[in-house]
């Protein structure tokens, strides 16, 4: 019994030693720098529409729609007992889904659930049986990373517990269990392309470089940033910012090429496209030498009525002859107006416009000031004779004036009667409260010495 516990210890320590050397190894491709896909020059004439190509499908960030889908683990078995071809044990994919093929392994292989947390996609054969005895191969599968690594062990199944145990043959690692014993083959990689899930848009980044000629690597100029996100930056001077452009699918396509329209020759130099893949550990860099050549000569032009020519073709009298003098031709060149002739005229209208409206409102505000300067001056006025007049006074003024318009009345009448209505009805009587008996007994009384006069005059 103390002698089966040695053993288990021993094959513990063994096991922690090979799973600390398998784990210090290389992680993964990571490089720290770019490194340089392709570099080649290229050449267009002035004036011409340059692209520089700068493609690469594994920047399709689209292609990460099933994240749990994308990272995978298999172990296969190969070199059995019985030989034969390789075959699939069990596999898994990063959303925990594990699959084990055949039906006597059921419950038998197993990988942790956290494989893709912990980054340990080891295998545990609860008990060894002859059968599994061969080469393991635990391979990691990355598909929209395109990562393919893999890792050999090889398991040997023993009777005798003394030489169970592992150790390194220099190419893998060789493991010795005790059969009915548990076996765990190790396959640990902590890289972070196959332990964490980043979101696409924030680890993919291309940007363009430029360097003039005669200026080193280190002290390019950036023309532009582009984001998986959509985000987009432009540098570079202004001349040339303007007419640089990268198609707006670029990260869905994975072509990030430069279109430079139109070239001109100051744009000569060195072109470079960097690709940046922080979750996939991918950085590419594409070199461009791109030289900017004369524009090529325009063809002549035809013969044609209006410039003197004939329209055979044949050259014209005196053409061969240097010593005539050719008439100077003039080309009426007709220049259409610009975007800014139209806004200055529309400016010269407007302001037109608003001086009118101003003056016409300090027409309309001036007019209403004077006529409240007159009501005002009227109401002053009223005022102040209000105050100097007399009320008795200006009764006697009414009375004396309605006198002098009676007296001057004068007035044709045929008879006296007529004139006194006319004069009663000028100047009416005050009321007053009469006793008709006494009234009429004194008019009799005061006419009747004056009445026969009165009938005898009115008999004439």
């Given at each position: 019994?103390e002698?089966?516990?040695?053993?288990?210890?021993?094959?513990?320590?063994l096991?922690?030693s090979?799973?600390?050397?398998?784990?210090?190894g290389?992680?993964?491709?990571?490089?720290?720098?770019?490194?340089?896909?392709?570099?080649?020059?290229?050449?267009w004439?002035?004036?011409?529409?340059?692209?520089?190509?700068?493609?690469?499908?594994?920047?399709?960030?689209?292609?990460?729609?099933?994240?749990?889908?994308?990272?995978?683990?298999?172990w296969?078995?190969?070199?059995?007992?019985?030989?034969?071809?390789a075959?699939?044990?069990?596999?898994?994919?990063?959303?925990?889904?594990?699959?084990?093929?055949?039906?006597?392994?059921?419950?038998r292989?197993?990988?942790t659930?956290?494989?893709?947390?912990?980054?340990?996609?080891?295998?545990?054969?609860?008990?060894?049986?002859?059968?599994?005895?061969?080469?393991?191969?635990?391979?990691?599968?990355?598909?929209?990373?395109?990562?393919?690594?893999?890792?050999?062990?090889?398991?040997e199944?023993t009777?005798?517990?003394?030489?169970?145990?592992?150790?390194?043959?220099?190419?893998?690692?060789?493991?010795?269990?005790?059969r009915?014993?548990?076996?765990?083959?190790?396959?640990?990689?902590?890289?972070?392309?196959?332990?964490?899930?980043?979101?696409?848009?924030?680890?993919?980044v291309?940007?363009?470089?430029?360097?003039?000629?005669?200026?080193?690597?280190?002290?390019?100029?950036?023309?532009?940033?582009?984001?998986?996100?959509g985000?987009?930056?432009?540098?570079?001077?202004?001349?040339?910012?303007?007419?640089?452009?990268?198609?707006?699918?670029?990260?869905?396509?994975?072509d990030?090429?430069?279109?430079?329209?139109?070239l001109?020759?100051a744009?000569?130099?060195?072109?470079?496209?960097?690709?940046?893949?922080?979750?996939?550990?991918?950085?590419?860099?594409?070199?461009?030498h791109?030289?900017?050549?004369?524009?090529?000569?325009?063809?002549?032009?035809?013969?044609?009525?209006?410039?003197?020519?004939?329209?055979?073709?044949?050259?014209?009298?005196g053409?061969?002859?240097?010593?005539?003098?050719?008439?100077?031709?003039?080309?009426?060149?007709?220049?259409?107006?610009?975007?800014?002739?139209?806004?200055?005229?529309?400016?010269?209208?407007?302001?037109?416009l608003?001086?009118?409206?101003?003056?016409?409102?300090?027409?309309?505000?001036a007019?209403?000031?004077?006529?409240?300067g007159?009501?005002?001056?009227?109401?002053?006025?009223?005022?102040?004779?209000?105050?100097?007049?007399?009320?008795?006074?200006?009764?006697?003024a009414?009375?004396?004036?309605?006198?002098?318009?009676?007296?001057?009345?004068?007035?044709?009448?045929?008879?006296?009667?007529?004139?006194?209505?006319?004069?009663?009805?000028?100047?009416p009587?005050?009321?007053?409260?009469?006793?008709l008996?006494?009234?009429?007994?004194?008019?009799?009384?005061?006419?009747?010495?004056?009445?026969?006069?009165?009938r005898?005059?009115?008999?004439?």
């Amino acid at each position: 019994m103390e002698l089966r516990a040695r053993v288990l210890l021993w094959k513990l320590v063994l096991l922690q030693s090979s799973s600390v050397l398998l784990s210090s190894g290389p992680a993964g491709p990571a490089t720290p720098g770019s490194s340089v896909v392709s570099e080649s020059a290229v050449s267009w004439a002035a004036g011409a529409r340059a692209v520089l190509r700068c493609q690469s499908p594994r920047m399709v960030w689209t292609q990460d729609r099933l994240h749990d889908r994308q990272r995978v683990v298999h172990w296969d078995l190969s070199g059995g007992p019985a030989g034969g071809p390789a075959r699939r044990l069990v596999d898994m994919y990063s959303a925990g889904e594990q699959r084990v093929y055949e039906p006597r392994d059921s419950g038998r292989l197993l990988l942790t659930p956290s494989a893709f947390q912990d980054g340990n996609f080891s295998l545990l054969i609860r008990a060894v049986e002859e059968t599994d005895e061969g080469l393991y191969t635990c391979n990691l599968h990355h598909h929209y990373c395109h990562l393919y690594e893999s890792l050999a062990v090889r398991l040997e199944v023993t009777d005798d517990p003394w030489a169970a145990g592992a150790h390194w043959d220099g190419e893998k690692e060789v493991l010795a269990v005790e059969r009915g014993a548990p076996a765990l083959l190790t396959c640990v990689n902590r890289a972070h392309v196959w332990t964490d899930r980043h979101l696409e848009e924030a680890q993919q980044v291309v940007h363009w470089d430029r360097q003039p000629p005669g200026v080193p690597h280190d002290r390019a100029d950036r023309l532009l940033d582009l984001y998986a996100s959509g985000e987009r930056r432009a540098y570079g001077p202004p001349f040339l910012r303007e007419r640089v452009a990268v198609g707006a699918d670029a990260f869905a396509r994975g072509d990030f090429s430069l279109r430079i329209d139109p070239l001109e020759p100051a744009d000569e130099g060195t072109y470079s496209c960097h690709l940046h893949h922080h979750y996939c550990g991918l950085h590419e860099r594409r070199v461009f030498h791109l030289k900017v050549t004369e524009p090529a000569a325009r063809p002549p032009p035809r013969d044609s009525p209006g410039n003197g020519s004939s329209h055979s073709g044949a050259p014209g009298p005196g053409a061969g002859d240097p010593t005539l003098t050719r008439g100077r031709s003039v080309i009426n060149v007709i220049v259409p107006e610009g975007r800014a002739h139209f806004f200055q005229q529309l400016g010269y209208v407007l302001a037109t416009l608003l001086l009118f409206i101003l003056l016409l409102i300090t027409v309309i505000l001036a007019t209403r000031q004077r006529r409240r300067g007159g009501y005002e001056y009227s109401d002053k006025k009223s005022k102040s004779k209000g105050k100097d007049v007399n009320m008795v006074e200006f009764a006697a003024a009414a009375r004396d004036q309605a006198l002098y318009r009676r007296e001057d009345i004068r007035l044709g009448y045929k008879n006296n009667l007529l004139k006194e209505r006319v004069e009663l009805s000028h100047s009416p009587l005050p009321a007053k409260s009469i006793d008709l008996d006494k009234e009429g007994q004194r008019a009799d009384t005061r006419l009747s010495p004056w009445l026969p006069e009165f009938r005898k005059e009115y008999c004439k």
